[in-house]
């Protein structure tokens, strides 16, 4: 399993419109084989954040949706990220 969680940085005058153009990834990515959650929301305290949670099966999976990654217009809206990749080894019950 992966999870791919962080932030974004956008202009704090489009972050919420960033955030509402991501909703169409989002369902995409639900909707997707092997995506077992996917987020892109606005940060409550920061007004330039996004936060950015993915879970996927397998890295296959995940490559297999993301393609060629976010298209120009939308990386020239991402001022700055911190966004990582974690592989798990094994998931337990709380």
């Given at each position: 399993m992966l999870i791919i969680a962080g932030y974004l940085t956008a202009e704090p005058t489009d972050r919420d419109a960033f955030v509402a153009d991501g909703a169409k990834a989002v369902s995409m990515a639900r909707a997707a084989p092997g995506c077992?959650?996917?987020?892109?929301?606005?940060d409550t305290v920061d007004a330039a954040r996004i936060n950015i949670f993915e879970r996927w099966e397998s890295e296959e999976e995940l490559l297999t949706f993301r393609g060629s990654g976010p298209d120009s217009d939308t990386a020239a809206r991402i001022l700055g990220a911190e966004v990582r990749r974690y592989v798990i080894a094994s998931v337990e019950d709380p």
């Open positions: 077992l959650d996917f987020s892109i929301t606005a």
